[in-house]
């Protein structure tokens, strides 16, 4: 037998490039990567690995073992391009490479501050979240385009009773809990956003804050008041909740929508100079240089200030007394003005400034500007929080400005209390476009101020607010005992016979209501506005067109490749390849439930359930391409070769995490859990592709676990020296099994309310998601609207959940998102907070894969929704069960992940290397396929981009 050297040693040139060139296509390396970029490295490791594994043990002698292993590693580094000598990770231990990998530290670290008094002794000085791009234990450089640069929360999004309620008919209702603290709901059935199919959308007020959700709207089957509580989780009360009928209760609630924070904002820029270390002297600063103008100018536009109608953010417009100019701009539909220090009155007298002061010291959020001419790209100012005595603000923006390459430099000091908000800084925070600049500093103190009154002192105030704002309501309604009375939420709905009283008080509470909002967007406060001087730019999320007319219902689905499908459907399975006709590979007497595509293994693997018969079937790809296997649609008799027999009665299975060197399964056969391997690795099944075995042989079975109950869903979490895990959901809890010894650990339980139990209800497990915080093992646990997040190791676990707005039905995480798939929306929210980003409308959305690409299916097709129905139309009785009805087609689209994951073409925008005029880095690249020509480039037919006039209107 040849030694493992020996065999290393007869590798040829040609066939060490063409083997990697085959690993890289199945691995989804991208072409021309760096030799130190993690994907070459992970390459490395996992053909060092693979390698390794590969050859028989008896290959090693003890004499030779350590020096052949060295000669393989060098081997491995050497076919990749990587430099032998690092230290290199092996694939379950290399996070930075994973999808859903995140860290904290981008966001800053938390570091006590000090201050030296006169007497040279240190004070403390607070703590504050220091962000200036230096990322601990870590080489990477990140261009300033790569990060998330979106507005959080966006108002047009989150102002419910503005954006859907107000002007519209709907009930509200006021009850009293058992804490006999009162609350408010408000319940609308609309279409709006919806693509006219109708929807419950529910607003519950509480004095911590309000709560929203959808529900679907079925007209057989209308919702209770009871029953739209306990999905808020309020199950019993001391009073019944009552619905009021007065229009003036619109204007009351409206005001409690107002307090999760003003639409417009107020920030203080301070202008200061080298070597000075107090506010009093910031403040004495009365000559601004050139590059502070300029700066100013870029913020926003000079205005003058008195006759000024628009946001004065607390400044004088009638007598000048706080000066005659100021910088004012909008931004996403926030108008912003920027209390200048240099433009407040200054005084020769008064020492500490006050006029300035009093303004600027009440400001959340300050901008210290500072500039510098050191060639030192790391030279940055001394500055410290404490510098600025003000117990209001909350975040200092440092930013200083280059006057030899003209580059702006960002630092970003938040008190501790103040939650993590974005865009992260890029590594490093330097700025280079002026433009790029405004758009993310803008973004960034705008996401800090709303960060900022979530912190324990302002949620304390408007808690307080909040209370004493629904009690007067409570107590200003209630007594009006001859306008309240309980209804069903069906009677939303305009009925065709009402009397002639009710009809007079429909219209009077419409009127009320859109005086309401005409007056609120008069005054400037519209929540829903999108004027924006901000930079025009692609979203990353925005949907490319895959397949516009494929015909058939889809069960499940996977992806192949760049530019393939397999899709499931009851009429059979079929290849949908973009630009081409769909081929079917299996006829519908093979009804598949389940599939996946193992590119790296050359696998297809399939569940096919009918009734209890369930069984799992695996398939070589290469046995579905070919001129003549094109044309070979398979039946029930033919599959019969590729059934695991073990797996009869299966009704789940999961597979491990892609890219990982060897593949598990696991198949779910009621409570028995049954491990299998793939017997070979990554890189024996691209170097013997050909290798003729028989197919089901492939898999091992290493042991059988058992499990509590029939899971409901399964998760293989990777563990570190093979201690590999196994997340189980069942019922209203998840469990954590050891795939080694079988020992369970009951995870995370979920208690359902008395509501639910009631009505027989059970808690809807959508998803476990194995993801990565600064390289330690996580679980995102996802159920009803709640996700979760749940540490593996008890010591170490945190409670930290976020609600989506509707119930989803899958949930994709792509650092920096974490996506929910419901039936008719796309929720995007930040993974390190939960705060929402955007949502798109969708009807009959189904995901279909998420393994690389985001592939779904919806029924909206291109020139978007379908077109608007009169109210006749929308509300008409169903259609005669005999009727033939034609199945609208399905639009398949995909979101790659290239583009949520930031990976943009960007170039070095110093003065040396100008960006050419044509090219904007802010948008976000359209992946195409490496076979499409350049020339035929395609618009996403869910294109949404806004167009803004220089004035500042919206076209």
């Known amino acids: 037998m040849k030694t493992h050297s020996a065999e290393c040693d007869s590798f040829e040139i040609g066939k060490k490039n063409s083997t990697m060139e085959k690993i890289k296509e199945k691995l989804h390396v991208p072409k021309g990567n760096n030799p130190r970029s993690p994907d070459v490295r992970r390459l490395s490791a996992i053909l060092r690995d693979s390698m390794y594994l590969a050859w028989p043990a008896a290959s090693f002698s003890e004499d030779n073992s350590s020096e052949a292993k060295k000669r393989l590693f060098r081997q491995s580094a050497t076919m990749v391009g990587d430099d032998e000598d690092e230290d290199y990770d092996t694939p379950t231990t290399d996070l930075t490479v994973r999808r859903d990998a995140f860290s904290r530290r ?190 100013s100018d870029l913020l926003g536009d000079r205005i003058k200030l008195k006759g000024w109608e628009k946001f004065k953010g607390g400044l004088d417009v009638k007598s000048n007394a706080t000066g005659t100019e100021s910088i004012y701009t909008v931004y996403e539909g926030h108008e912003i003005m920027f209390h200048v220090s240099t433009l407040l009155p200054h005084s020769l007298e008064n020492k500490q400034q006050v006029e300035r002061k009093r303004h600027i010291g009440n400001d959340i959020v300050n901008i210290l500007f ?269 599959c019969r070769e590729n059934r695991i027999e073990k797996t009869k009665g299966c009704h789940l299975y999961a597979l491990s995490r892609q890219g990982a060197s060897h593949l598990r399964m696991v198949v779910a056969i009621q409570k028995r859990l049954l491990l299998f391997t793939w017997k070979h690795s990554v890189a024996w099944s691209t170097w013997c592709p050909t290798v003729d075995f028989e197919i089901v042989d492939g898999f091992n079975f290493v042991r059988e676990l058992q499990a509590f109950d029939s899971p409901q869903l399964i998760t293989l979490i990777d563990g570190v020296r093979d201690d590999n895990q196994i997340c189980v959901g069942y019922k209203n809890q998840f469990d954590l099994i050891n795939e080694k010894n079988g020992d369970t650990l009951q995870l995370y339980q979920v208690e359902a309310n008395k509501i639910l139990r009631k009505r027989k209800i059970e808690v809807n497990l959508v998803a476990a998601l194995d993801i990565y915080e600064d390289e330690e093992s996580e679980l995102l646990l996802c159920y009803n609207h709640v996700s979760h997040f749940q540490k593996l190791s008890e010591e170490t676990s945190h409670d930290f959940d976020f609600n989506w707005n509707s119930e989803p039905s899958d949930i994709v995480c792509a650092f920096p998102y974490v996506m929910a798939f419901t039936a008719d929306s796309i929720e995007i929210r930040l993974i390190i907070n939960g705060n929402l980003v955007h949502a798109m409308s969708q009807p009959g959305l189904s995901l279909i894969t998420s393994k690389c690409d985001i592939y779904f299916c919806t029924l909206a097709g291109p020139g978007g929704s379908p077109k608007e129905k009169s109210t006749e139309q929308r509300y008409t009785p169903p259609s005669s069960p005999s009727a033939k009805t034609l199945r609208p087609p399905q639009y398949i689209y995909k979101i790659p992940l290239s583009c949520l994951a930031g990976q943009m073409t960007t170039t070095d925008k110093s003065p040396m290397n100008p960006t050419p005029p044509h090219q904007s880095t802010l948008l976000a690249p359209v992946a195409q396929n490496g076979d499409r020509s350049p020339s035929n480039k395609r618009r996403s037919p869910l294109l949404r981009t806004k167009c803004i006039h220089p004035s500042g209107e919206k076209v």
């Open 106 to 295: 981008q966001y800053g670290s938390v570091e006590t501050l000090t201050l030296m008094d006169d007497d040279c002794k240190s004070h403390s000085a607070g703590r504050f979240r220091i962000e200036s791009g230096d990322l601990e234990g870590s080489d990477e450089v990140s261009s300033p385009v790569a990060s998330p640069v979106h507005l959080e929360n966006p108002e047009f999004q989150t102002r419910w009773y503005f954006k859907y309620f107000l002007g519209k008919l709907h009930q509200n209702y006021v009850g009293i809990d058992t804490e006999k603290d009162p609350f408010i709901l408000s319940v609308v059935v609309t279409d709006a956003n919806n693509h006219n199919v109708p929807q419950y959308r529910a607003v519950l007020w509480r004095k911590n804050g309000a709560k929203r959700v959808c529900l679907p709207y079925n007209p057989q089957k209308p919702q209770t008041v009871k029953g739209i509580l306990s999905h808020f989780e309020l199950e019993k009360f001391e009073k019944g909740p009552k619905e009021i009928f007065d229009p003036d209760i619109q204007k009351d609630i409206l005001v409690l929508e107002e307090q999760e924070g003003s639409i417009n904002f107020k920030f203080g820029v301070v202008y200061a100079k080298e070597n000075q270390v107090s506010d009093e002297e910031f403040y004495s600063n009365d000559d601004p240089s050139q590059s502070f103008n300029s700066f």
């Open 370 to 638: 500072y500039e510098s001419s050191s060639p030192d790209p790391q030279a940055f100012p001394q500055f410290k929080p404490c510098m600025m005595r003000s117990r209001f603000t909350h975040i200092f923006a440092v930013v200083c400005y280059n006057t030899c390459d003209r580059s702006y430099k960002l630092n970003v000091f938040s008190e501790e209390s103040v939650p993590l908000f974005g865009p992260p800084l890029p590594s490093p925070p330097v700025f280079h476009d002026a433009d790029e600049f405004r758009e993310f500093l803008l973004v960034k103190l705008i996401n800090g101020e709303k960060a900022a009154v979530n912190n324990p002192l302002f949620a304390q105030k408007r808690e307080r607010t909040l209370e004493m704002l629904i009690k007067n309501i409570h107590q200003g309604y209630m007594m009006e005992t001859n306008k309240l009375y309980r209804r069903a939420f069906s009677d939303v709905i305009q009925d065709a016979h009402i009397s002639r009283k009710e009809e007079a008080r429909r219209s009077e509470y419409l009127r009320v209501g859109q005086t309401l909002k005409v007056k609120t967007i008069l005054k400037g406060d519209a929540p829903t506005s999108l004027v924006t001087t901000g930079l025009l730019k692609r979203e990353p999320w925005e949907p490319q067109s895959f397949c516009m007319d494929f015909p058939h219902p889809i069960i499940c689905g996977d992806s192949w490749g760049d530019n393939k499908l397999i899709l499931s459907t009851e009429n059979g399975t079929f290849i949908v390849e973009e630009g081409l006709n769909h081929r079917s590979i299996f006829d519908k007497s093979v009804p598949v439930k389940q599939l996946d595509v193992v590119e790296a293994h050359n696998l297809l693997i399939f569940r096919c359930d009918k009734g209890k018969e369930g069984k799992i079937y695996v398939y070589r790809l290469n046995d579905f391409e070919g001129e003549v296997l094109d044309k070979v649609t398979r039946g029930k008799a033919e």
